[in-house]
């Protein structure tokens, strides 16, 4: 089955402890990016990557990090994690060329205290 | 730059009612415009796309036309069922700006039997 996955689903953290997102496709996308989803805003992209080892900056990528060592993974990673990143985010991947359909993950929610 | 407005919910109906949710961008060029479906507890799921001037997008009972001249992508449905809760998200990809997604703030629909 076509899907892309992310763990964990729910995670509750202090401020300043490092995290990771994972997230995992297995349809062989070129192309992943990371999303954030807080009320009222819809979704806003903080990183993508269009290949392995090219990352680039989303619309709010201030507080992250990503990683694009191999083509089915791509982290999302919060090195000190502030109360303002408490927020749904979600993992998505497609095809390279621009023109396929964009497959998101289940969804991760983070709450910093 | 790229943006995409729609009304603020939540949106209450009764089952078999009409449903409308306006939608409308701003964008550079000829976006490709998409409405997703989040259902409670999940990612994001394609619900239909357009992707020139006066095409419309179907499926399973919800419609949109691609309208450049008001600049719009209404969503419409003829008879909502209960299983049609949902938040629904407009979004347009513009290949001036490198394909990526830009959503709109989500509509909440609520359905009561």
């Known amino acids: 089955e076509a899907q892309v996955t992310q763990n964990p689903r729910y995670l509750i953290t202090v401020t300043g402890k490092k995290l990771t997102v994972t997230c995992s496709q297995n349809?062989?996308?070129?192309?992943m990016s990371w999303y954030r989803q807080d009320p009222g805003l819809g979704l806003r992209q903080i990183y993508y990557?269009?290949?392995?080892?090219?990352?680039d900056k989303g619309d709010v990528p201030e507080g992250y990090k990503v990683s694009r060592k191999e083509k089915r993974n791509f982290p999302l990673i919060l090195e000190s994690p502030s109360p303002n990143q408490t927020s749904l985010y979600f993992c998505a991947s497609r095809t390279g060329t621009g023109k396929g359909e964009q497959y998101f993950g289940p969804g991760t929610r983070l709450t910093v205290t | 730059g790229n943006s995409v407005t729609q009304m603020e919910g939540p949106v209450t109906l009764s089952e078999e009612a009409f449903l409308t949710i306006n939608c409308t961008y701003t964008a550079t060029g000829y976006p490709s415009l998409f409405w997703y479906v989040q259902y409670p507890g999940e990612g994001l799921q394609l619900l239909l796309k357009?992707?020139?001037?006066?095409d419309k997008g179907s499926n399973k009972g919800f419609e949109a036309t691609y309208r450049k001249e008001t600049t719009s992508f209404h969503l419409e449905k003829g008879s909502v069922q209960v299983s049609d809760s949902a938040v629904y998200f407009c979004a347009l990809r513009n290949n001036n700006a490198g394909n990526m997604l830009t959503f709109g703030g989500g509509t909440r629909l609520m359905v009561k039997p």
């Open positions: 990557s269009m290949n392995v080892e090219v990352t």
């Open positions: 349809m062989n996308h070129e192309y």
């Open positions: 357009a992707t020139k001037a006066d």
